[in-house]
């Protein structure tokens, strides 16, 4: 997802205004990468969920840009989510986690290594360790004995 982050800001660096208010620490620049991956991340991770995050990020990013470039911004963001939502709907939700690496499971084998089996898809667990997972249940119960 990295990538549609930065395909997102490379078109939209040209047309970045170069100058920032006083009380700004970062650059407009940095500002929007740090909108354009913070949306794109999110996207990943909470797509159900994530109504229109063209819009989003158009109406995060705008106040950076020149009022004739606003259209030009626009499209180039639509048109790298459209992609990024193409691509989010071959992979499975559960394969990659935020930062486009496969997931593993969080358990230990007996050698002391990591296991190298994907997590089910609610879980973060293989089907070999999902009696590791906690319910909410389980921890209400251990939070009342104690």
Known sequence: MYHFSRAIYRDLAPYVLDDKLSEQRQSNRT???H????AIERLMTDRRY???P???LYNDVRPYFAIADL???YVAIDRHVQMAQKF?????DYAFDSQGVPRRCQAMTRKGK????QPLRASDYCPSHQ?????FEELELVELAA
């Open 71 to 73: 259209p030009r911004v």
């Open 50 to 52: 994530f109504a229109r």
């Open 35 to 38: 909108e354009c991956e913070s």
């Open 88 to 92: 989010l709907a071959m992979v499975p």
């Open 131 to 135: 009696h590791l997972t906690e319910n």
């Open 31 to 33: 500002l929007v990468l």
């Open 54 to 56: 063209s819009r989003t």
């Open 114 to 117: 990591p296991c190298q089996r």
